[in-house]
């Protein structure tokens, strides 16, 4: 009898990967972890990997950096923080960890006996990345993706996701072909006929499919037709992308396709067959060492003049191992650089790194809270441009998140009231625009604990909370109320139950977005505004004698 293979007993393997990717989820675990299990599973009950499944797998990494190419500005990647950051551990990582493995080989420790310094050197590099798709969804979560500790994480891995395509470019060892440098100019001289034909794709099922046709038919074919590894055409391509409108709107919508995807290339992992417990005890040890990694990325962070928050949080979100990883593990397997173990090794030492980092991120902002004493202590004299003190002095309401929805508000107050108001943005760009407008916008986090300490807010009176994230505006609410802010405040939600937990934690006013937009919103604490500053000096609200 023919042995089943994951495509034909397809019902059950894909039922399985679904039941343990779901369980993962609940228990507030990546999904992939999931699919790493049903992979191991799968090998113990004898069903075999197939072509299909590492087309499948082939297909998700490819996607994967096409995705990647379409978020690379150099501009995002020019700050200190972001490069010298990323440089900067992944060397010393690389180098630590390389010489440490090395090390305990020659002391005659068991599980890194035979392990040459070049091959450790390799295994240090696969442990040196963090896991993008984890750090981007808990971010994402916390309503902190476009803070300043948000965009150093998300530019930190983006310049690690760089580190791994070179790495992929030298690992072909072969020389592309004459017409690799024509290729590449050619690429740049038809962007605009290929800007062109996305610009007039719409917004339905032709965009996902123009960005396979870019991926596949045109980055990789053309990749692999001059000799160059053809997933770097797929980067080549989100690259020349990136810098259009819709380059993002592209990426959104092959998400979920690169993440089927990619459950392929975890399923493929487990395939490779079971670990033994003494694969396990080492993927523990590796974990162990995830501490060394968030203690260089604080270290580095504070020097490059970020506060000891900023540096803290956007650490926690490094701490992991990462997928990439295994990627680069991959390679080096299939060109005899590393021991096939290894691979095994590093995916789970990856799911354990995810189950710890997890609790640690959700509980990030108590543990600055409990340790911010002690790591203020490494911060330096000279602020980042971002961290500055802000003065809230003059104005007398406060709107906390400067979208559509606190661009309205604003604009209702001080259409009725003068120029009584002032916008609070975390993204830098965001508060470049608004000024440009002529909105008096300041950049601040909202839901740093320490924003109200370096923050003069003598006169000010309301705050209204209008961030998109519900948690960020309830984790925003309760540092107000800990900073000893007696005055009103309003805040936005998204659904009833959430403006319940609003009103219930201490907003006098939980506005439900899904009633009202921009103007409704401010037009509802209006009567109370007017309350407010018929008690104050008019000199204090308005401009006139």
Known sequence: MEPYSVITAYPVTLSLAFLLGFIARQVGLPPLVGFLLAGFLFYGFGIQPDPTIEIVADLGVTLLLFTIGLKLKLKNLARPEVWIGATGHALITVMVFG????LFGAMGIQAFAGLELTEALLVGFALCFSSTVFAVKILEEKG????????????????????????LTASTGKLPSPWAIPLLAGLVLVRPAIYYILNRCGHGELLPMFGLFAALAIGVASFDLVGLKP????????MLLANNKRASEIADRLFSLK??????????????????WEDIGLAVFLVLLVPLKVALFFLLLTRLRLRARSSLLASLSLANYSEFGLIVGAVGVSNGWMDPSWMLIIAIALSISFMVAAPLNQASHWLYKISHHYLQRYETEIRHPEEEPIDLSAPVVAIFGMGRVGSGAY??????????????????????????????????????????????HDNLKMVL??????????????????????????????????AKE???????????????????????????LGEMLCVLPRQKWTNEP
Do not use: C
């Open 99 to 102: 010489l440490a493995f090395t």
């Open 144 to 167: 902190e993706s476009l803070s300043l500790h948000g965009r150093t994480a998300v530019g930190i891995l983006i310049m690690q996701d760089v580190f791994a395509v070179l790495f």
């Open 231 to 238: 997933d770097l055409g797929a980067l080549a391509l989100g």
């Open 259 to 276: 993440e089927l995807f990619l459950v392929g290339f975890f399923v493929q992992i487990g395939l490779g067959g079971l670990p033994g």
């Open 411 to 456: 604009d209702f107050i001080r259409d009725d009231f003068g120029e009584i108001v002032v916008g609070v943005e975390s993204n830098a760009n965001k508060v470049q625009e608004h000024q440009s407008k002529g909105r008096r916008v300041v950049h601040g986090d909202a839901t740093d604990p320490g924003f109200w300490n370096r923050t003069r």
């Open 465 to 498: 909370l209008a961030m998109p994230e519900h948690h960020a505006n309830l984790y925003a609410l309760k540092q107000l109320q800990e900073a000893g802010f007696n005055g009103f405040i309003a805040a936005l939600a998204m659904f009833p139950d959430d």
């Open 502 to 528: 609003l009103e219930e934690a201490g907003a006098q006013v939980a506005f439900n977005l899904y009633e009202e937009a921009g103007a409704g919103f401010a037009a509802e604490v209006e009567p109370l």
